[in-house]
């Protein structure tokens, strides 16, 4: 499997709102998608579309990520 099929198929997932394993080991998503991959996947931070528009004063292409990755994936 390709890192980019993962990815996509990762990103399905989300959108799908499957459920998530509750818990996995570190290793094995640093020797498959890296050390950067596995920094998001256990301490990224979640962001907000509102604050984005109050900061910056910018109207956002899609309202939430979930519907930007429906739409650009299709």
């Given at each position: 499997?390709?890192?980019?099929?993962?990815?996509?198929?990762?990103?399905?997932?989300?959108?799908?709102?499957?459920?998530?394993?509750?818990?996995?080991?570190?290793?094995?998503?640093?020797?498959?998608?890296?050390?950067?991959?596995?920094?998001?996947?256990?301490?990224?931070?979640?962001?907000?579309?509102?604050?984005?528009?109050?900061?910056?004063?910018?109207q956002l292409r899609?309202?939430?990520?979930?519907?930007?990755?429906?739409?650009?994936?299709?």
């Open positions: 499997m390709r890192l980019e099929d993962a990815a996509r198929a990762t990103v399905l997932a989300a959108c799908a709102r499957a459920k998530w394993p509750m818990r996995t080991r570190k290793w094995p998503v640093r020797l498959l998608a890296g050390d950067m991959a596995m920094t998001m996947m256990t301490e990224g931070l979640g962001v907000s579309n509102a604050k984005v528009k109050r900061k910056l004063g910018r899609y309202p939430s990520w979930r519907q930007g990755f429906k739409e650009e994936l299709a």
